[in-house]
């Protein structure tokens, strides 16, 4: 029920977002459609127990250092991500196409469900690199790498994973 | 000024989204296709929307083209994902130039 709640608050705020009025029948129809989009959904965000046992963890989200993190982890991304796109607009417009393509192997430290998306977000985000699979068990992500510099599971580690897992460990395990 | 500060951004976005459509053609698979299309035209896009936002400001289509970049970062990288693994699973095989395939030799 406490998962329906929010997930009706949350849907009627981005109703209020796009629709961008006041007007009484439009929040009628947002608080409609708010209840609809909380009662088909909740499903998804409640943690399940899956076959193995596993429940995934809930980050405690009362900690105000998460959030001063997660502010300093936009501006690192957004850089990152800038500094990808030039990578990426060289490498298209450079006459010999300079890429050196593969699929390399990378470990990580973070357990959780919502940090490993974040880190697979951040990591297709930023420069040459896409994950393809994660093997959550055993902690490896695998990563296609546009230009690769090291194709051992460390080196490799170091230098696609390290600078989003320190960040993203402090604001969500 | 306001204008000409979003028109920048309106500028630099579709000049991005040309380099991602450009890699698209020119790369050499579908894995580095993947990696042009997901970058140059997610921060494209984004420029694009940001743009609009500085020049329309708080009104109902500025706070729409912010909610658009949203839901863009969160779902670009996803599909570019899904589409990876599905390509791997379903037998699309790398260039023949590449360095290593570990994805390949761990999947036994």
Partial sequence: MKTKIVLFIVAFIVWLGLTWSVELLSLIVGVGVAILVAFLTSDMFTPLRNKTGFVSKV???KQPVRYLWFLYYIPVFLWECLKAN??????????????NPGI?????????ELALTFLANSITLTPGTLSVDVDKEKGYLYVHWINVKDKGVEGATRIV??????ILRRIFE | MNEIIGYIFIVAGVVFDFFGCLGLVRFPDLYNRLQAATKCVTIGTCGI?????????????????LLIILFLI?????????????????????????????????AD
């Fill in chain 1, 59 to 61: 980050p405690e989200f």
């Fill in chain 2, 74 to 106: 969160l779902t670009a990288p996803t599909a570019a994902h899904a589409l990876a693994r599905g390509a791997h699973k379903s037998g699309v095989k790398l260039w023949e130039k590449s360095i290593c395939d570990k994805y390949e030799e761990d």
């Fill in chain 1, 86 to 99: 030039f990578d990426v607009a060289y490498r298209v417009g450079h006459p010999d196409l300079p890429i």
């Fill in chain 1, 161 to 166: 994973v390290e600078k989003f897992e320190k």
């Fill in chain 2, 49 to 65: 929307m940001f743009g609009v936002f500085i020049i329309t400001g708080l009104s109902p289509s500025g706070i729409k083209a």
């Fill in chain 1, 104 to 112: 390399v192997k990378v470990k990580t430290q973070l357990k959780t």
